[in-house]
């Protein structure tokens, strides 16, 4: 009896440590000493082997067991369940309750649970559940944590609350199942609410918080955009000792709250600090720059990243392109592309999609088709990137032809593809086939009818001149138009100078939106157009008292594949600020003279919006960010141009953060030059064909 309790305890003590060669050891001493049909020693050689992931050991023992009983069961259960094999666990289960007469324990129905939440069978878990109340073990704590787990991970949180709240006695992975479960489910305010009551609870509970408790909490502030208490939880962790230093997952939480909540020199300052940094990190600062509109800043971090040699996934390299697209920067989204040919990360859908969405937002529709068409494995998002990037480019049946394409090849198209197909019919004005597939939509009771798709139609109603119907509309939506609506309709009214509907529209709009300057800014402009001049003064002086101001303008072009950037008011921080400026005054003479030009003539009758002199009127609309970036451009072209003693037509791509100005609207309508622009929500690109001085033919509408 003492041999057979020392091997036991020998055997658990190798479980412990996953001592696989002593345990084997082992193994073979209580087979010599004939303990081989022992039913405990066996329990435990199945833990052993388990523990050891060894389970075809565990499974070899278990089989050749004359009698089993609830331990060898939930033995060998457990053991699959922490190598991650959750369904062999749940056969296991389920043959347990078919062949044996053991009856599951807590533990047996706590593993059953846990591996329903890894293969995310809720139902399945549910009826477990149901088999814990009948038993009688509802109150035991690994049940109570292993049903908040379940629960909070399939987002059924007021389900996880429950059992949460009816639990005897709460631990610490029951704390931090419900804090993650609001977390991820999106409720961060409950999730730090209930961490305050488990901090006022921690002497009658085990209510410690340790790394898991504050991956969640910064998940949750993350969410709530809380900068305040995403500080005092890093606090928090410092008073605590937790560092971030070794912890990838609490250093990435960390920077990803400073990110979201706008502290772009605190997630720098602690981004800096770190020795070893892996992609996801250098992605959440580059990305944060981005969306604060620091390009410079983001571009500056991607070369740090490019040069650091940490390798990226699809995911990451998708997310990088993003950043690309989204600031049309298309030598570096080449760069990119030329990365990922070499790379098994070019093989990534995510990846295809990005690059194909850039060059679209780069003017390069080509080649985006191209790289759409090498896509092996498209999705629902590659047909709905095209769609939307050729609606842009005001190819409405190239759209409509790509969608029809979609829908032959068996791809269904959801509610966002039926809305770039909406706006790709409004942009090429296709006021039948945008109202047909409209009535498509609202018909289908698949595809959820959104406001966006209502926007798409006012804003082709509002092209039209149809600005009545479109109030109409307007008025039988089944949810509440949203601001994007209302701005829908209020841009309509500034080009069909509609000042009575206009006043309407922006009065409904500046009450929905009042802190938006960019609503205040299209009103004030309806009023001016109309020499309303009272009205628009009203409009700006409410603007003043609420202190809005309207967000500054930023414009890029790259030259000698190196990006420009230019800010709005008079940047004169240009090297070569002096020489783009004369250049620029040269092209004004020579458009004067050929062409009439006016400076501050922007609307279409010539209405002047600016009360001062002309030649003022001319300097100050020379130092705007997108002719700055124009004048760099000629000044280098001009210059190369001499140095290679050839004059050719090129393409100058100029992009801006905000709608390109109506100076270069104005130059649409010359004869010298051709100029459209492709306007997105926040971003525009101005692309002007620009014939050589040896070259008198008339610049093409591209």
Same mark, same amino acid.
């Given at each position: ?67 089993? !009983? ?29 062949? *044996?007469?053991?009856?599951? !324990?807590?533990?047996? /129905?706590? $593993? ?44 059924? &949180? ?35 609410? @209930? ?19 504050? $991956? ?6 993350? %969410? ?18 937790? *560092?971030?230093?070794?912890? $990838? ?14 502290? /772009? ?82 093989? #990534?859908?995510?990846?295809? !999609? ?11 529709? #080509? ?8 896509? &092996?494995?498209?999705? &629902? ?43 790709? =019919? ?49 008025? %039988? ?41 960019? !609503? ?15 009205? =628009? ?48 005054? #040269? ?64 393409? @100058? ?38 014939? *050589?001085?040896?070259? *008198? ?6």
């Amino acid at each position: 009896m003492e041999r057979r309790k020392m091997l036991a305890d020998l055997l658990r003590a190798s479980a412990r440590s996953a001592a696989i060669r002593g345990g084997v050891q082992l193994h073979g001493a209580l087979l010599k000493l004939g303990f081989g049909s022992d039913t405990m020693l066996s329990n435990n050689l199945v833990d052993m082997y388990a523990k050891c992931g060894k389970l075809d050991m565990a499974c070899e023992v278990f089989d050749r067991m004359p009698e089993r !009983n609830v331990v060898s069961w939930t033995a060998l259960m457990v053991g699959f369940l922490q190598q991650g094999d959750a369904r062999e666990c749940l056969r296991l289960f389920g043959a347990m309750w078919r062949l *044996s007469e053991a009856a599951p !324990n807590e533990f047996t /129905l706590s $593993a059953t649970l846990k591996a329903c939440g890894m293969v995310g069978d809720t139902g399945a878990g549910v009826c477990v559940h149901g088999g814990c109340v009948r038993m009688g073990f509802e109150g035991h704590g690994v049940i109570a944590n292993s049903l908040v787990l379940l629960y909070s991970k399939s987002g059924r &949180v007021s389900d996880a609350r429950r059992v949460f709240d009816g639990a005897a006695f709460r631990n610490l992975v029951a704390w931090n199942a419900m804090i993650s479960g609001y977390a991820h489910a999106g409720h961060g305010r409950d999730a730090l609410l @209930i961490f305050r009551e488990m901090q006022q609870r921690r002497d009658k509970e085990d209510g410690q918080p340790d790394e898991f408790t504050f $991956a969640s909490l910064l998940k949750a502030c993350s %969410t709530l955009g809380a900068a305040r208490e995403g500080a005092q939880v890093h606090a928090a962790m410092a008073i605590r000792g937790v *560092s971030t230093a070794s912890n $990838a997952i609490l250093t990435g939480a960390l920077l990803d709250v400073y990110v979201k909540c706008r502290c /772009l020199p605190a997630a720098m300052q602690m981004f800096d600090r770190l020795g070893k940094k892996n992609a996801i990190q250098w992605t959440t600062v580059i990305i944060g720059h981005a969306q604060e509109g620091q390009v410079k800043e983001a571009l500056e971090l991607f070369g740090r990243f490019w040069s650091s040699g940490v390798r990226a996934d699809g995911h990451i390299m998708s997310s990088v392109v993003g950043v690309f697209a989204d600031f049309a920067l298309m030598e570096q989204g080449r760069q990119v592309h030329c990365y990922t040919v070499k790379d098994p990360t070019g093989q #990534d859908v995510l990846v295809a !999609n990005s690059l194909v969405d850039m060059y679209l937002k780069c003017g390069l529709s #080509d080649e985006a088709e191209r790289r759409f068409r090498e896509t &092996v494995a498209r999705n &629902v998002v590659s047909w709905t990137t095209m769609i939307n990037g050729l609606g842009k480019h005001g190819h409405g049946h190239e759209a409509i032809d790509m969608f029809e394409e979609m829908r032959a090849e068996s791809v269904e198209p959801d509610e966002v593809a039926y809305l770039a197909l909406l706006s790709a =019919c409004s942009h090429s004005g296709l006021v039948e086939e945008c109202r047909q597939y409209f009535s498509i939509i609202r018909q289908d009771r698949r595809l959820g009818l959104r406001a966006e798709h209502y926007a798409c139609m006012v804003d082709l109603l509002g092209r039209a001149g149809e600005l009545g119907e479109a109030k109409d509309l307007i008025a %039988t939506m089944p949810m509440a138009p949203t601001v994007g609506v209302w701005q829908t309709l209020l841009g309509a009214c500034r080009v069909h100078k509609n000042v009575a509907v206009g006043r309407e529209v922006g009065d409904t709009l500046l009450a929905m939106d009042g802190d938006n300057p960019a !609503n205040y800014v299209m009103l004030s402009n309806i009023f001016a157009e109309a020499r309303e001049w009272r009205e =628009c003064q009203r409009v700006r002086d409410t603007m003043r008292r609420r202190g809005l101001k309207k967000q500054g303008g930023c414009s890029w072009v790259e030259v000698g594949k190196e990006t420009h950037f230019f800010y709005g008011g008079g940047d004169d921080v240009h090297p070569r600020f002096a020489d783009l400026r004369r250049m620029l005054c #040269d092209v004004e003479r020579r458009m004067r003279e050929l062409l009439g030009y006016i400076p501050g003539a922007v609307t279409g009758d010539g209405t002047q919006l600016h009360d001062v002199d002309e030649e003022s009127r001319a300097e100050s609309l020379r130092v705007h960010s997108e002719r700055l970036a124009v004048g760099l451009w000629l000044l280098h072209h001009h210059e190369h141009d001499h140095c290679e003693g050839e004059g050719k037509e090129e393409v @100058i791509r100029v992009y801006k953060n905000l709608r390109v100005c109506e100076l270069l609207d104005a130059v649409d309508l010359e004869p010298e030059w051709g100029v459209w622009h492709r306007a997105d929500d926040e971003s525009a690109s101005s692309r002007l064909v620009i014939p *050589s001085e040896e070259n *008198s033919m008339i610049g093409s509408k591209l």
